[in-house]
């Protein structure tokens, strides 16, 4: 089952909110907004370090140096 990037929320492909495709991938999305969040800035969450652990309240990956 794949993870919305925006807020890490597991999403049924069937019944995803929205899904756009970015550099050959699909990302689907549990609500407009997060939808919405991911297609202003899809390089902030399609990243290749996608598979890092990102915090399930904020979305926001671990790095150092993630501004937001």
């Known amino acids: 089952m794949p993870r919305d990037p925006v807020c890490g929320m597991n999403v049924n492909e069937d019944r995803a909110a929205g899904r756009s495709e970015y550099r050959g991938r699909s990302y689907y999305f549990c609500s407009d907004r997060c939808k919405m969040e991911f297609d202003r800035t899809p390089d ?14 904020t979305g926001r990956s671990g790095r150092t140096g993630d501004s937001s």
């Open 44 to 57: 902030r969450y399609a990243t290749p370090g996608e598979t890092e652990r990102r915090d399930d309240r």
